[in-house]
């Protein structure tokens, strides 16, 4: 059964940018991506939700919504365009219940969707922060499940290391979110919903090949089984 996986995309200087790893990622995984458009209509978002089975908001520039303390320099806000179309399409999606998965930029906006808080600079305002931006210097780090979580079912209890590209961080989930992975500084590192079905991490799994190749096969699982309760 085919299944459609919306990827949504950035928004910069009047054209859509989209990293083709996510498309490898979830074509590797066994879905069929679908690049959203940006259409100037509301109606035209919620009505691509009805032809989609799962929605990836990848990785983007800054979160404010819930924001906690000033924006690094070099962190540029989102423009109000993408910011529109993200909401749209995330809250068509919540409420049809179609699977969400969010990567980094993704992540943060889901939380802050529901209401969560964001750190403006991790680094700068937890003082237990390591270094989380590659553009600092970073590189790697280990991050740990929480036990009887979605995501350690996904990928296992051992501790994993992964990429670390971001200066923001959740403070506090979202309602109905949360923590389900942690960097060994305290920073979180993946949030979900109870069911599973909203999931968000916050480093960039599209980018780690094969180790994460368990993530997108279980999403796309997900979206397949939403597609069978609703394709009848």
Not at 42 to 68: C, K, N, Q, S
Not at 153 to 158: D, E, K, P, T, V
Request: proline content about 6%.
């Amino acid at each position: 059964m085919s299944v459609f996986i919306g990827i949504t995309t950035s928004y910069e200087e009047g054209q859509q940018r989209l990293d083709r790893s996510y498309v490898q990622a979830v074509e590797s995984a066994g879905g069929l991506p679908a690049i959203v458009p940006l259409p100037a209509e509301r109606a035209t978002m919620e009505e691509l939700v009805e032809h989609l089975d799962g929605l990836i908001i990848p990785g983007g520039p800054a979160v404010t919504d819930g924001l906690v303390g000033d924006l690094p320099a070099e962190l540029h806000e989102n423009t109000p365009l993408r910011r529109w179309a993200d909401y749209i399409m995330l809250g068509a999606c919540l409420e049809r219940d179609v699977p969400v998965l969010g990567i980094c930029y993704g992540m943060q906006l889901i939380s802050a969707y529901k209401g969560g808080s964001i750190y403006g600079d991790v680094e700068r305002q937890l003082h237990t922060a390591a270094v989380h931006s590659d553009k600092r210097g970073a590189s790697e780090h280990l991050i740990h499940m929480r036990p009887g979580s979605h995501l350690a079912r996904i990928l296992g209890m051992a501790p994993l290391s992964v990429n670390t590209c971001h200066l923001q961080a959740i403070k506090t989930p979202g309602d109905g979110l949360q923590a389900c992975a942690w960097a060994t500084d305290g920073v979180i590192e993946a949030i979900e919903d109870e069911s599973g079905n909203v999931m968000g991490v916050q480093f960039h799994p599209e980018r780690m090949e094969d180790a994460m190749q368990p993530l997108f096969q279980a999403f796309v699982e997900r979206a397949r089984a939403y597609r069978a309760s609703t394709r009848i």
